[in-house]
């Protein structure tokens, strides 16, 4: 199977935000320029084809200026057709009226909307830019030009969060009734600023089980509002399903451009080298941005299959299992689904194995069982 999908890394953010461990540098006086040349030029090693989905990621692809934008969208629409799904990372604060129309007028048809928490007191912790003033500022920027297709991205468990601004968040939810919601549960990565605080003891997070409890109101409360869970942290209505996240809980593979970005491309995985500059020098010196490539075993495929499908509420589809991989699913994991079936977290029909509500609450447990 071709890869129908592309990812594009822009590393550069206007603030740091005290969470994140993604690949990203503060914009002020970095190559941005000279980085949208080498991505441009990591662009142009893939042959001109049909995408079902971009997805244009970062860092906060917003942060570029209109000229670096859509100096990026031109040779974007130049090389690729996007047949479904073209969709856009923005912060609220970046998204003016003229960016928005720039992304319109080059295809893109989704915005992912990084929200993260209505209270202004808890984004001020997050390290946001934004405030909550200028969540519905974009988002009435969204309407007025008609791409109304956007998720609006949210956290929970935040540090000094309440289930009161949980409910503040389902009530705005309510009214503005944007197409889909992506709400995850706030993790401490290392080499954070969050980790490094929660270490000194100077804050913390509820803990377990208190998370539970805000996650299933979450799965609940979303649902009575036509937001159905189909994976473990997003929520909508079949038609305005992130196609392009399913890229990668379906297993499939996808070309992965950008510092630090990743692809699965014809059974391999490769990885970007990471420090803005280093991946510029690579580029222009080498041609090449690839720091390691990585061949999946068979059996390392299989298992990925299986973590990466069982995220999604309908589950790994069984059929499509032995397609792939030449034998059936029972053969391969039969007796770990068994077992996690007799514990209440895994269930099974005549076309799916699928994660059980309890095992939802218990999921990497649950995926770490098909893992040798």
Not at 1 to 15: G, L, T, W
Not at 76 to 98: G, H, Q
Not at 158 to 182: A, C, F, N, V
């Amino acid at each position: 199977m071709m890869a129908e999908s592309m990812y594009i890394h822009i590393p550069f953010c206007n603030r740091i935000c005290t969470y994140c461990d993604f690949n990203k540098v503060l914009i002020d006086n970095q190559p941005v320029d000279a980085y949208v040349d080498a991505l441009i030029k990591e662009m142009k090693m893939i042959a001109p084809q049909k995408l079902r989905t971009i997805f244009v990621g970062g860092g906060t692809p917003t942060a570029l200026d209109e000229a670096q934008l859509e100096k990026l969208l031109i040779e974007i629409n130049n090389r690729f057709t996007v047949t479904e799904e073209f969709s856009f990372e923005a912060n609220p604060d970046e998204l003016t009226i003229s960016k928005l129309d720039l992304l319109h007028k080059y295809g893109v048809n989704r915005i992912s909307l990084g929200v993260q928490t209505f209270n202004n007191e808890l984004l001020k912790v997050l390290g946001r830019s934004h405030d909550y003033d200028d969540i519905f500022r974009a988002i009435n920027h969204l309407e007025e030009i008609g791409l109304n297709n956007y998720s609006i991205d949210l956290m929970y468990n935040l540090p000094g969060e309440t289930m009161q601004d949980i409910e503040d968040s389902l009530r705005y939810i309510s009214e503005l009734k944007p197409k889909h919601i992506s709400w995850y549960s706030l993790i401490i990565e290392p080499h954070t600023v969050f980790y490094n605080r929660i270490r000194k003891g100077e804050m913390k997070v509820d803990d377990d089980e208190m998370e539970g409890e805000k996650y299933m109101h979450i799965i609940d409360e979303l649902d009575k509002l036509g937001y159905p869970q189909y994976e473990i942290s997003n929520f909508s209505n079949p038609e305005y399903e992130s196609e392009h996240n399913k890229t990668y809980w379906k297993n499939d593979e996808y070309f992965g451009l950008g510092a630090g970005s990743h692809g699965y491309i014809g059974g391999r995985r490769y990885y970007n080298i990471k420090p803005v500059n280093h991946y510029i020098k690579s580029m222009e010196e080498k041609g090449s941005v690839v720091k390691e490539t990585l061949e999946l075993t068979l059996k390392e495929q299989m298992e990925e299959e299986m973590f990466l499908g069982l995220r999604m509420n309908r589950g790994v589809d069984i059929r499509r299992f032995e397609e792939k991989y030449g034998r059936s699913i029972d053969s391969v994991y039969g007796k770990i689904i068994d077992e996690e079936i007799a514990k209440g977290n895994l269930a099974e029909n005549e076309r799916y194995v699928y994660l059980t509500e309890a095992g939802r609450l218990v999921g990497n447990s649950v995926f770490i069982g098909f893992l040798d």
